[in-house]
T-cell receptor, first 110, second 114 residues
Framework: EDQVTQSPEALRLQEGESSSLNCSYT??????LFWYRQDPGKGPEFLFT???AGEEKEKERLKATLTKKESFLHITAPKPEDSATYLC???????????FGKGTLLTVNP | KAGVTQTPRYLIKTRGQQVTLSCSPI?????VSWYQQTPGQGLQFLFE???????NKGNFPGRFSGRQFSNSRSEMNVSTLELGDSALYLC?????????????FGPGTRLTVL
């Protein structure tokens, strides 16, 4: 069974204080690893898809990396508007569903 | 381009009732997936539809069902509601194949069962 574990469950940062979120996964035949951002009361917003170990993608202050066992979401010089829950999900090659982790609640204080 | 829309946004029902939720995918998207989100279990896959056919189903009881119409709009139905069905129900659409195309989520329907 596919498993995704995210850590930490919650992270509180000061504005400008860089950090990383972790997503460890176990899946047979990974097709893609996805990062989403979810604000309270809203649906998840797509951020990145990573397909193979060594791949990196960037968007503004966010950078996602992938190894064979985990993915990191690096947040550089975060701002209060980066506060949200960050969700990681994996998709198996032959399957349609996304298997999600429980998420990391990020709070960035001004 | 408009995003995924879900109606209604909020629902309050009592135990034993049934409920129907609606999802309109992004224009041109033909695949629709449904997920249940709760604080304890997180996001869990319910089912996926393409061209009016259910292609994959998650581990939920038969009380949860869905369908897709020829215009790609989808509905899900929950019969004989239980307290544990209280959750945010999310719909996601993708262009053709969820296994190759990114899934984009709607805002969700918040269901409260009393």
């Amino acid at each position: 069974e596919d498993q995704v574990t995210q850590s930490p469950e919650a992270l509180r940062l000061q504005e400008g204080e860089s950090s990383s979120l972790n997503c460890s996964y176990t899946v047979s035949g990974l097709r893609g690893l996805f990062w989403y951002r979810q604000d309270p009361g809203k649906g998840p917003e797509f951020l990145f898809t990573l397909y193979s170990a060594g791949e990196e993608k960037e968007k503004e202050r966010l950078k996602a990396t992938l190894t064979k066992k985990e993915s990191f979401l690096h947040i550089t010089a975060p701002k209060p508007e980066d506060s949200a829950t960050y969700l990681c999900a994996v998709q198996r090659g032959s399957n349609y569903k996304l298997t999600f982790g429980k998420g990391t609640l990020l709070t960035v204080n001004p | 381009k408009a995003g995924v829309t879900q109606t209604p946004r909020y629902l309050i029902k009592t135990r034993g009732q049934q409920v129907t939720l609606s999802c309109s995918p992004i224009s041109g998207h033909r695949s629709v997936s449904w997920y249940q989100q709760t604080p304890g279990q997180g996001l869990q896959f319910l089912f996926e539809y393409f061209s009016e056919t259910q292609r994959n189903k998650g581990n939920f009881p038969g009380r949860f069902s869905g369908r897709q119409f020829s215009n790609s709009r989808s509905e899900m139905n929950v019969s004989t509601l239980e307290l544990g069905d209280s959750a945010l129900y999310l719909c996601a659409s993708s262009l053709v194949e969820p296994s190759t195309d990114t899934q984009y989520f709607g805002p969700g329907t918040r269901l409260t069962v009393l």
